[in-house]
């Protein structure tokens, strides 16, 4: 299985920005689709976005629509997750996840669709 390793951890004021950054190694990046979740106290993990493949189709939920960004780079075996106007609701534990797949264009929303999993990098935002 790939390693998933998340950093950009921050505390950041209501309306600020920060990237995250995962970084996988052990295996061959591009055939992983990927994903961000996140994950607030007492509340289901959900999913924050996804990409395919080859970085061609992403999916956001609504909560992140407009203001997240999701990026990968193939080349750097790294995904990425920008996040604008962060408000307090985003305040959660976030996780990037990476699952094999055929189709170069599949996008995969769910949780239980991924089998790789990073530990977690805590993003807080103050109001």
């Known amino acids: 299985q790939v390693q998933l390793v998340e950093s950009g951890r921050g505390l950041v004021q209501a309306g600020g920005s920060l990237r995250l950054s995962c970084a996988a190694s052990?295996?061959?990046?591009?055939?992983?689709?990927m994903g961000w979740f996140r994950q607030a106290p007492g509340k289901e993990r959900e999913v924050v976005a996804a990409?395919?493949?080859?970085?061609?189709?992403?999916d956001y939920t609504n909560s992140g629509k407009g203001r997240f960004t999701i990026s990968r780079d193939n080349a750097k075996n790294t995904m990425y997750l920008q996040m604008n106007s962060l408000q307090p609701e985003d305040m959660a534990v976030y996780y990037c996840?990476?699952?094999?797949?055929?189709?170069?264009?599949?996008?995969?929303?769910?949780?239980?669709?991924?089998?790789?999993w990073g530990q977690g990098t805590q993003v807080t935002v103050s109001s």
């Open positions: 996840a990476a699952a094999i797949v055929f189709n170069p264009g599949r996008v995969l929303a769910r949780p239980e669709e991924y089998n790789s």
């Open positions: 052990g295996r061959t990046f591009s055939d992983y689709a």
């Open positions: 990409i395919s493949r080859n970085g061609g189709s992403t």
